[in-house]
């Protein structure tokens, strides 16, 4: 069995008991069209550790779980390369069969639980976990909280060294009013 067998299910086909994971999946499994902007190969990414459980309630299926990894990603200050921890939580509810009647879906919009229809009753956990990766993507991340970033005058990274630029006097049209003085 393949490791992305293991993850499409038959939601007719789970026994009673359930399905339960605690794995870690590999980048090159989780990795699609998607991921075509990310190194998969980079040595700062990791596999998933994915803990998690399909639970069978009758008339509807609850995929819930915590997933974690660690990204390459540039710093949105310093732009160095670093690897980022990333996690998030699954709580997904699944139903077969076709969308419920209007009534049925206020009734779920109402205790905010409205299920995931799948008509032929298959799911594909791989495909519920990129969508929650993408969901927990951060458009900017820094390496640290304590990072300095560039010099936006010469772009020296400033965690690595220091310059002078803060201490010359540029040529400002404003310079001039640096000597104002308001009175308050």
């Known amino acids: ?8 299910l038959i939601l007719q086909e789970l026994a009673k008991s359930g399905r339960q994971w ?3 999946i590999p980048v090159s499994e989780l990795a699609d069209e998607s991921f075509a902007d990310l190194d998969a190969h980079s040595p700062l990414f990791t596999d998933m550790l994915w803990q998690g459980s399909l639970e069978n309630h009758g008339e509807h299926f609850v995929l819930k779980g915590v997933w974690r990894m660690k990204v390459p990603r540039s710093c949105g200050r310093c732009n160095v390369e670093f690897a980022h921890d990333m996690s998030g939580d ?12 209007e009534e049925e879906q206020a009734e779920l919009q ?6 995931e229809c799948l008509a032929d009753g298959k799911l594909d956990v791989l495909e519920v976990l990129r969508e929650h990766f993408w969901l927990a993507w951060q458009p900017l991340v820094v390496c640290s909280q304590s990072c300095k970033g560039l010099c936006l005058q010469c772009g020296i990274d400033l965690n690595q060294g220091s310059c002078d630029c803060h201490k010359r006097v540029k040529d400002n049209a404003f310079a001039a009013l640096k000597g104002f003085k308001f009175d308050a």
């Open 110 to 115: 109402l205790t905010g639980e409205e299920p």
């Open 90 to 101: 699954v709580d997904v509810i699944c139903a077969l069969g076709q969308s419920k009647s």
């Open 1 to 8: 069995m393949s490791q992305r067998d293991k993850f499409s």
């Open 22 to 24: 605690d794995v870690c």
